[in-house]
């Protein structure tokens, strides 16, 4: 062993190049004869090169693994924006086809204008307009309504004909609560209660035949005289 | 590095733009130590390996770790240039990791046979493979003043730049620069160096597997 002991640190020696010339040539030619120091070094140089080489892999697997991490998080990064693309999409197209579906200004013109009982409940009254009776009175549906102003009454006199839909917009500001309807000998034809948000009543074709109205728009007393002629 | 031009999708306006990269670029890539090369490897490759270790079945390690510790391999050896390009760098690769395969799976096949045709590890090189994956588990058991005294010995830890040296030479550093590294006395270092190596050859040779590896 105190022999093994002494090649070692021979060994050692001459590996970290510390050895004189003279010890170092006579270390190589020891070697040619001697199996054992010969066995012994090449198996410590073995042990060497192979923690190297543990150590190289070592180094190489964590920068792979790395570098793998990076390109996951990369590609998820990726998947992500595609989803948000794909969701935004989705979001757009649902929103589209509940306004195009439900736009009180739509097609099928669904809008509500009652009046809140006492309860605080909307009212139940829902004036619908319906498109068939839109159809009977003619193809042409105007919306007789100045796009430039925000509000817009009928102008004492003004003239409709029956495919009309008639407008009746006012200020926000300024609460309107019930709109009245009277023919020519000032009988009710037609009472509609408004609820406080409702800022804007639309006059269906279906609602009036040809005649002479008066209208008269609550509390403040609005009114006016419009003709519908055929 | 040389790219195949290819037309951009729609798609690279979300970053992705599909790169396609002859055999030639990606050994230059690995060879050159080019980090958007390996990931490009696991983006292209991964798939294809994860299929080819799904059809095993049974085994305790994770697709992901074969796949890591295939590349690892694979990479290694284009360094050292043990691949010589007789197969697609993807078949090499699917061969490394269907080993580890079944070398998980303890069976014994004669590995020429699997991939008739293409270049796969040779039978040494497994061997080797298989002494080191034994020393680093041996190693990995030690305490680390240990591994550290050792790896500055063997002239590791120096610097990080020698990541991709692979082959230096078999000489040792002089105990008295591990000595001053450390702050202490050379012959402690001495000492202490003696102590750790013999402790880690006697653990090795002892081992079962190592004596069954080496016999």
């Known amino acids: ?51 190297i080489k543990i150590d190289q892999h070592d180094k190489v697997k964590r920068h792979v693994a790395q570098l793998i991490r990076i390109e996951k998080n990369t590609i998820q990064s990726r998947k992500t924006r595609w989803l948000a693309a794909a969701s935004l999409i989705l979001l757009i197209s649902i929103s589209s086809v509940i306004f195009i579906r439900y736009n009180p200004k739509g097609d099928e013109r669904n809008f509500q204008a009652g009046n809140k009982g006492s309860t605080g409940k909307k009212s139940e009254l829902i004036i619908r307009g319906q498109k068939n009776e839109i159809r009977k009175f003619g193809s042409s549906d105007s919306i007789h309504k100045e796009s430039s102003r925000a509000h817009y009454l009928p102008k004492d006199g ?16 300024s609460l309107k609560e019930r709109l009245m309807i009277f023919d020519e000998n000032w009988m009710k034809v037609t009472d509609i209660p408004l609820s406080k948000d409702v800022t804007e009543y639309k006059l269906f074709p279906s609602k009036l035949k040809a005649g002479t109205y ?13 003709i519908i002629k055929e | 590095m040389k790219r195949i031009p290819q037309r951009l999708s729609h798609s690279s306006l979300f970053g992705y733009n599909k790169e396609k990269y002859s055999e030639e670029d990606i050994l230059s ?56 390009g007789k197969s697609t760098f993807y078949t090499y690769l699917t061969s490394i990791c269907r080993n580890i395969c079944l070398k998980e799976l303890k069976r014994p096949v004669n590995l020429q046979e699997v991939d008739k045709g293409s270049e796969v590890i040779n039978g040494s090189e497994e061997h080797v493979e298989d002494l080191i994956e034994r020393m680093t588990e041996v190693k990995n058991k030690m305490d680390e003043s240990c591994k550290q005294i050792i790896d500055l010995r063997f002239g590791l830890g120096k610097s990080s730049n020698q990541q991709f040296d692979s ?43 190592w004596k069954g590896l080496t016999n």
């Open chain 1, 1 to 51: 062993m105190a022999k093994y002991t002494t090649y070692d640190d021979l060994i050692e020696k001459y590996l970290e190049g510390s050895l004189s010339e003279a010890e170092r040539k006579d270390f190589e030619e020891q070697l040619k004869s001697d199996k054992l120091l010969s066995e012994k070094l090449s198996e410590r140089q073995m042990i060497q090169k192979a923690w």
């Open chain 1, 158 to 173: 003004k003239t409709f004909i029956s495919a009309d839909t008639i407008t009746f917009s006012w200020p926000k500001n």
């Open chain 1, 214 to 226: 008066n209208w008269i728009l609550t509390p403040n007393g609005a009114k006016s005289q419009l």
């Open chain 2, 29 to 84: 890539g690995i060879v050159n130590n080019n980090d958007n090369m390996i990931r490009y490897i696991y983006k292209s490759f991964f798939p294809g390996i994860k299929s080819m270790v799904g059809s095993f079945h049974n085994l305790s390690l994770d697709t992901e770790d074969i796949f890591q510790e295939g590349l690892t391999r694979a990479v290694i050896n284009v360094r050292e240039l043990k691949f010589h």
């Open chain 2, 167 to 209: 082959y230096q030479p078999v000489e040792s550093v002089k105990f008295e620069d591990i000595a001053k590294q450390l702050q202490i006395e050379t012959d402690n270092a001495r000492q202490r160096f003696r102590r750790c190596f013999e402790k880690f050859k006697m653990v090795l040779f002892k081992d079962r597997e």
